[in-house]
């Protein structure tokens, strides 16, 4: 029997693998995340035959417990998966990921509590004696690594809906969570050597706030990489509880979606100019990261009639999309106005930036929902060169991604970030709800440039009236 779970288990790594790959590309994304989900219900199935479920006298306590937290969890999913909208769709990723963060923690406090009780009864020496030095360190290293997961998930869940605004927690935060790490790692050394529970509880205590701690200063602007590196956190700690508890399905799985979560963080902080490290401490976004660039001129004010005309006479236009237009769902009005300058002989493009919205590949997602075709949109690396042929770049609800302080203003804490050069197409228009700074608190010089015309307005709302604008030409 061990040899036939063992086997399903591989089955399903394989699957988790293929989905992953299917999900690098938007057109295979949908086959492989069922390929993914069809290889998790199969390892599911396979682990309701291992022993430690079949061959225990509690078996049907365990049978009913564990049915009744897969209906539960699966339940719950499913309800708020088909009633999420798509501007929640990175807190409710945060959510889950903080979910899998726990979950890793949780197995191995189960495997901890174990071993020291067997140490309290003389059944061991110590907590490697009980499980093995190996499988005792890795479990150690899974337990903070899922723990920090889950705190700061939670957090990153809590400041993407609204419910934390703030950036600090405490005067001094960085020296306090300097202060709070170093006693962590302590007590993740104290926890091999302990031989009863106090030590493993302040551990789990103060892990869980180093998590809430070092995840309250990251600015809006850095949530993107702070969800990517957290699920690489979840993934690397489910990894290695996967060998504490001999499970090859959770190993695999948990060293695929660390390393793709690991290689996805290093991306955005390169699409960023900045190291991980400058995304913890920094603070965009934040009050204390923010630049005050005082007034730069005056913002001039489009009609959106004006800006139709503008857009169906045009040989090209690129559409940047940013948070702005998913907060308006205005993918939709976006899409149907791509296709009314198609139909006028415009050539139109939508530009990508790698931190645009509030989650890795969020504007892909919006603009896939909406009906865009692949081979219209087009990664920064792709379309920066057409801009200087660009008729008229419509930017709906980007700030940062267009911001030209991060080429040229040294003093922006942006300075360095590869942004989409809107500033070189010949007219810029920008849909905007109003004349402030945009979620990273930066001013953006783009509005205030001699090129640049603010359409002000709900985004959907704006959409629609370009629709009306372009159908009466």
Request: charged share 15%; no cysteine; hydrophobic share 55%.
């Amino acid at each position: 029997m061990e040899l036939f779970i063992q086997i399903f288990y591989f089955v399903a790594a394989v699957l988790f693998i293929l989905g992953l790959k299917q999900m690098s590309s938007p057109v295979t994304a949908r086959r492989g995340i069922i390929w993914a989900g069809v290889g998790m219900v199969l390892a599911t199935l396979v682990t309701f035959l291992a022993p430690e479920i079949t061959d225990t006298g509690q078996a049907n306590t365990n049978l009913v417990l564990i049915i009744l937290a897969i209906a539960l969890g699966g339940g719950y999913a499913w309800w708020s998966g088909k009633r999420v909208a798509m501007t929640d769709m990175p807190q409710m990723i945060a959510m889950y990921n903080g979910m899998g963060g726990g979950a890793a923690a949780t197995i191995a406090a189960v495997e901890l509590l174990k071993a020291t009780g067997e140490v309290e009864h003389g059944l061991a020496s110590s907590v490697p004696d009980a499980l093995g030095a190996d499988v005792a360190i890795l479990g150690i290293l899974g337990a903070i690594i899922g723990t920090i997961s889950f705190s700061g998930s939670i957090i990153a869940w809590a400041k993407l809906d609204g419910r934390l605004n703030r950036s600090r927690l405490l005067p001094g935060q960085h020296l306090i969570n300097a202060a709070v790490a170093l006693a962590t790692l302590a007590f993740t050394v104290a926890i091999y050597f302990a031989t009863d529970l106090t030590p493993i509880i302040i551990f789990y205590v103060l892990a869980l706030v180093l998590g809430i701690f070092i995840t309250v200063p990251v600015g809006g602007a850095d949530m993107p990489v702070i969800i990517s590196l957290f699920n690489a956190l979840t993934g690397l700690a489910v990894g290695f509880e996967g060998y504490v508890l001999g499970n090859a399905a959770m190993i695999i799985a948990g060293i695929v979606v660390g390393s793709a979560g690991s290689l996805l963080t290093h991306l955005m902080a390169v699409a960023m100019n900045r190291s991980v490290a400058n995304v913890f401490f920094a603070g965009v976004g934040t009050d204390s990261g923010a630049a005050a660039t005082g007034e730069q001129g005056e913002m001039k004010e489009i009609k959106a009639q004006d800006a139709g005309i503008l857009m169906a006479f045009a040989d090209q236009v690129v559409i940047i999309p940013g948070y702005g237009m998913a907060v308006a769902q205005a993918q939709h009005k976006i899409w149907e106005l791509t296709q009314l300058l198609t139909d006028k002989g415009v050539s139109v493009k939508f530009a990508i930036h790698p931190v645009a919205g509030r989650m890795p590949g969020h504007m892909n997602v919006l603009l896939a929902e909406a009906g865009v075709p692949y081979d219209m949109i087009y990664d920064m690396e792709d379309i920066n060169a057409d801009f200087k042929k660009t008729t008229v770049s419509l930017v709906i609800g980007a700030n940062d991604v267009v911001n030209p302080s991060a080429k040229n203003d040294t003093s922006s804490p942006l300075y360095g970030m590869p942004i989409l050069n809107a500033m070189d197409s010949a007219n810029v228009i920008v849909i905007k709800r109003g004349r402030g700074a945009g979620f990273s608190g930066v001013e953006n010089p783009l509005f205030f440039a001699d090129n640049t015309r603010m359409l002000f307005g709900d985004g959907q709302k704006a959409a629609n009236e370009l629709i009306h604008a372009v159908k009466e030409l």
